[in-house]
């Protein structure tokens, strides 16, 4: 079958399935299924519960000036 045979409804079904295919293959996660070495999930957890408790992280420019670089 051609596309040029395809009903309105079939182009359009065939158009939206390979959307779907490209942005699940465009959106895949590469880490899935990998586990976290326990430190750095216990980072990421002690930098979410102090998100929640309204602290923030360093500013970029601390980041930047503890690397030796500026930040403009």
Do not use: C, N
């Given at each position: 079958?051609?596309?040029?045979?395809?009903?309105?409804e079939e182009f359009?079904?065939?158009?939206?399935?390979?959307?779907?295919?490209?942005?699940?293959?465009?959106?895949?996660?590469?880490?899935?299924?990998?586990?976290?070495?326990?430190?750095?999930?216990?980072?990421?957890?002690?930098?979410?519960?102090?998100?929640?408790?309204?602290?923030?992280?360093?500013?970029?420019?601390?980041?930047?000036?503890?690397?030796?670089?500026?930040?403009?």
């Amino acid at each position: 079958m051609q596309v040029k045979d395809l009903t309105t409804e079939e182009f359009k079904t065939l158009i939206r399935e390979t959307v779907l295919e490209v942005l699940a293959d465009s959106l895949d996660d590469p880490d899935r299924g990998l586990k976290l070495r326990p430190e750095i999930e216990q980072q990421l957890l002690a930098s979410r519960d102090r998100r929640a408790a309204g602290q923030r992280g360093m500013s970029a420019s601390d980041v930047a000036a503890r690397y030796g670089m500026t930040w403009q």
